[in-house]
């Protein structure tokens, strides 16, 4: 297979997105979250090959990181700031709240409005910022009324504190009811080519031109493994079937911002090859009709 990335990619390939109208980045970010332990818990194995990728994603023009309090937890917002701090003026940082973490690969919703308040001022603190870019609520909570807890994050922007609102993990209803409070600038829920549960949330942020997150937008790497039509494409196109199912959601919507995660820079590199490769409009057409399983 050939090598489609080179030192010259750059994630300003991939065309830019206005966030809230005041906060443009390239439309190719990079998701925070693999810069921890198994299980997404504690230290990351190598934490200077994590600081490597850090950086190098920023020589490479990515100027969006996602991460949250989560993480870790904890880990990756300081692992942020330790690499990266004082931040370049083009970069944006989007950390979340809303989740308490009881062990390894245990996720637990939490939107008290106490707890969102208490999570956000974590998060300025390990960042090191005196306002956080976009704050996004990372899942709604069923036993907290959404009101409340956007409430929280509504006092915490008047403050100063938040520049601007996100959701995760919602449904249209959710964006709406939280519209009604706020403004809201962006949505990250799980979305790639293998899973289109959130296809009518994407065709909302598109005509409400609010910026979509796709997480696990490629399957936690199980596309790489992937048959069928995506690999035949790869094949076809001299790329990865990660690339093509990366070039794939660039191509789905104006308001798609892929978020891609890794701790290693290879991979890293390889990811971003995507945003220079361009499929036909017949590939996209495959695609978009066959969703096949990636092989594990």
Known sequence: MAERTTTTMNAALAGTIDIGGDLPVNRFGFGAMRLTGDGIWGEPADREECK????????????????????????????????LYPYPEELVIATKGGLMRPGPGQWTPDGRPEHLRAACEGSLKRLRVEQIDVYQFHRPDPNVPLEESIGALVELKAEGKIRHIGLSNVTV???ERAQKLTPIVSVQNRYSAFDRTSEPVLEFC???????????????????GAAGVIAEIARR????????????????????LPIPGTSKVAHLEENLGAVALELAPAELAEIDKVAPEPTR
Not at 76 to 83: D, M, N, W
Not at 206 to 224: D, I, K, Q, T, Y
Request: negative net charge; aromatic residues 6%.
């Open 52 to 83: 490597r990728v850090l950086r190098r994603a920023l020589e490479l023009g990515i100027n969006f990181i996602d991460t949250a309090d989560s993480y870790g937890p904890e880990v990756s917002e300081r692992l942020i700031a330790e690499t």
């Open 173 to 175: 209803d959710q964006v």
């Open 206 to 224: 598109s005509l409400e031109e609010l910026a979509f997150l796709p997480w696990r937008p490629v399957e936690g790497g199980g596309v790489a």
């Open 237 to 256: 196109n001299l790329a990865t079937p990660t690339q093509v199912a990366l070039a794939w959601l660039l191509a789905h919507s104006p308001v798609m």
